[in-house]
């Protein structure tokens, strides 16, 4: 109850704001990432549902900014009457927004039976013990109707064993055989070419990747870690 009361106290304090969004707000707003985030991408940037606050997207990343550009609030802002949180909310849409832009010819793609219903997406590395578990559940997925996308995070860094596995599948001629192989802890035929591995690797810091398997839902939720199948059908269906 104690944080609930200072939470609100702060929330009191920043509907003092004006509510009104204006191109000057933003503009300002920007200028403020621009000089705590060096290079800072255009954010999106609008108005949240507490007066004066702003709700601001760089990529999957989101946070809140006064109109002055001089508090920024980094944390869950909660709905406490309906208890939905919209931080989770604004969070998954940015992801999804964020995952639109990525290559789908960069990733290695098992797709769905028949129609597909979903798509996930799936950081993983070769090296991993749980992702291993994972992969033997993606006929499973594919058959109800669920896309399996792979991009890769060999967590041990570039230049690992694990990194090397992961560049001689996807410059494989046939990259999910040699994904199905190396899952399986057999030996692979060394290769290199041009790869996105280290674009995954980039990629996966981006969107909070901070360990594997690590799945994103087609409406942009995160999955932290190993989720059987049958959970993952029963999280997209509802």
Request: with cysteine; hydrophobic share 40%; proline share 6%.
């Amino acid at each position: 109850m104690h944080f609930l009361k200072k939470s609100a106290i702060a929330l009191g304090l920043v509907t003092m704001f004006s509510s009104v969004a204006t191109a000057d707000d933003k503009q300002v707003i920007q200028a403020q990432l621009n000089k705590i985030i060096p290079n800072a991408p255009q954010a999106q940037i609008e108005p949240s549902v507490v007066s004066g606050l702003y709700e601001v997207s760089v990529g999957p990343m989101v946070i809140y900014m006064t109109a002055d550009g001089q508090y920024v609030f980094n944390g869950s802002l909660i709905n406490l009457e309906t208890r939905e949180n919209l931080t989770d909310t604004a969070k998954s849409e940015a992801r999804k927004q964020a995952m639109s832009k990525v290559s789908i010819d960069s990733m290695i793609v098992y797709p769905a039976k028949g129609d597909e219903k979903h798509h996930i997406t799936v950081f993983t590395d070769i090296d991993c013990p749980y992702c291993h578990k994972m992969h033997k559940e993606i006929p499973a997925l594919n058959e109800a109707g669920i896309t399996v996308r792979y991009l890769s995070y060999p967590r041990a860094g570039m230049g690992s064993p694990s990194y090397k596995k992961a560049v001689s599948v996807w410059c494989s001629d046939k990259p999910e055989e040699q994904m199905n192989l190396a899952m399986k802890g057999q030996a692979i035929e060394p290769k290199s070419c041009k790869n996105p591995v280290a674009e995954h690797m980039q990629q996966a810091q981006v969107f909070g990747v901070n360990g594997t398997p690590n799945i994103i839902l087609d409406n942009g939720a995160m999955l932290p870690g190993y989720v059987p199948a049958k959970e993952v059908i029963k999280i997209l269906q509802r």
